[in-house]
């Protein structure tokens, strides 16, 4: 009886722009997860092609798809641990192969297909070699089989036994022994060493590679390229007559016995590509392949993006592609976008938003007391940072009366005379209409303008935490209606645009109420994205740099030199990169993800652009 298969789709790094240490990092990934198994995989590399719309026109891309058949029980929580990102699937869309020959197979659609199998690796391999067929490769299947210990470590004594004899023997007949056998001695005790010690294991290995075309030419074309590329790694592999089908299945194939240390090397999971289907949006054009970019926030361990770039280097710009994106996938999805600056306005009225522009001039209702329920300690902290508490003693009597209140009213009755100096600009001063009024109604898409408060808090001579307070106060409100499920159902998709973070960063307070959602965002299906042209005033907080490290996906656009520095404490950039990040043009940047890292030209069709733009001459042109 044919034992039960779980499949997976696994999603690849891009190994080759990866620093040497993120690359040794990422092949131990892969040794941990060889190492745990216990039942054979069979690991499938598809070469596949999708056509998408983009600005109304077809664009048709090929890429790589990477897939493990697991043989008799799952592998999910092997893959977790491992630092895997993937989805698991219910089968694996091999081509399908029609008729048999003794060189070639037929495949459904008039294709044909050659298939080798790899007889024999030199000393030494490159990491992640396979990378460099793909291109000219149309699939690869790996079969991989652990060997129990005990069995290893007789096959291993057996071959080891045998090196030493060959050595023997030439030094009787009074030879020099072989070097190639010398060699494969050392390593081989070696390797026998970290057997007995349990440091490795083996593995019964087959790799078949698939190379197809339109014609018999263009398959042995194919194939001779295929076959030059690993010979330029010393590299045997044959395409026996007559097993064509069966090797192109994976049935058969040459049996290697590799050890954890040379399996590593087989690392197979390399692509330069992000194309995440079906559920991901289309965000622009990959820079080194031309192929698009289509980004699933749902299969990173968390749903938090920050969007990071200097003044005019295109923050605003993706967030809107990102919006009007999103919604277009998921059309009911909840929408709420923290405005400063005017920004969002046109695309959230073209999406079907509520745009509520806030000013002075009508009250808000947003007691933070209510806001806050059941978290008096979140309460007290937030008002403490929007009317500047800092003494000890005040803060603590604050603390004591929020407590036991239920509004902001009663806390300012109850307060001593010289807090209430303190919360007198909320109650009854000018930033009453924050706290004030009856609480607006809510609906499941609203875009709120700030641009006023924005305007106030550019021209003022005296520091003033009005746009802070507004900021904090309207987010606190969002996150209180987005863990109501009677609200909004935890099924339904929602996306946060929090505009210019260091609001939020430059109160402590602040900072770790919007670190403490982030992190408790994807239980309630929540795609925070959060943008930032002061990467200094973010991370010089405690709470901002832990906001920061815990966004799973990172957008760097054009930074100074002096950004680039704090950015990679946070994130691992090669010099090539750090270079790339100081010429950019708006709207280009690298998207990293986990190990993803992408150089993006981010597109807006024309039609979004009109709709997208800031630039006062175009934004005239346009209307």
Known sequence: ?????????????????????????????????????????????????????????????????????????????????????????????????????????ALEGGRLAKTCTILKLPGTLVEGFLSETYGYVDQIIISIKPLPQELAVARFRKYLRLLKSMILADQSSGRMPNEDVVYRKNLAEATFNKLLSGATRLFEVTTNLTVTGGDFKTVNENFRQLKAILQARLIRVDAPLFAQHLLFAGEIGKKLILDTDTLGAFFPFVSADVIEVPNGIFLGINRLTGAPVIFDPAMRMNYNMLIAGKSGSGKSFLSKIIITRFIEKHPKAALFVIDPENEYGLVGRAVGAKVVEVTRKKGLGLDPLALFGESKDSAANILADLVNIQKPELHSELRTIVGRARSLEEVYRRASKSLKAYLRSLLEGPDNFLVSGEPMKFTTKM??????????????????????????????????????????????????????????????????????????????????????????????????????????????????????????????LSAAEREALLEFSPGQGILIAENIHIPVNFLATPEEYKLFTTKPTEWIKSR
């Open 1 to 105: 009886m044919r034992e039960k298969t779980y499949c997976y789709e696994i999603v690849p790094i891009n190994f080759l722009l990866l620093t040497d240490a993120k690359q040794d990092e990422t092949v131990d990934m892969f040794k941990r997860l060889v190492n745990t198994l216990t039942k054979p995989i069979k690991i499938i590399i598809l070469k596949t092609s999708k056509t998408i719309a983009i600005g109304g026109r077809p664009f048709k891309s090929e890429y790589y798809r990477f897939f493990i058949e697991s043989i008799g029980e799952p592998i999910d929580t092997i893959l977790e641990a491992c630092g895997f990102a993937y989805q698991p699937i219910t089968s694996i869309p091999q081509p399908k192969m029609i008729k048999a020959f003794s060189k070639y197979v």
């Open 447 to 572: 875009v709120f303008d700030l641009h006023t408060l924005h305007r106030e808090f550019t021209i003022a001579k005296k520091g003033t935490m009005t746009l802070q307070a507004a900021s904090v106060l309207l987010f606190s409100k969002i996150w209180q209606l987005l863990e109501d499920p009677t609200f909004i159902p935890i099924n339904v998709p929602k996306l946060v645009v929090v505009d210019e973070v260091w609001l939020y960063t430059s109160m402590p307070a602040a900072a770790a109420f919007l670190e403490g959602v982030a992190r408790r965002g994807r239980k309630r299906n929540v795609f925070f994205v959060l943008n930032t042209q002061r990467v200094a005033d973010v991370l010089e907080s405690v709470g901002g740099r832990a906001l920061l490290e815990n966004c799973a996906t990172k957008v760097l656009l054009r930074q100074d030199e002096a950004a680039i520095k704090l950015v990679s404490e946070i994130v691992d």
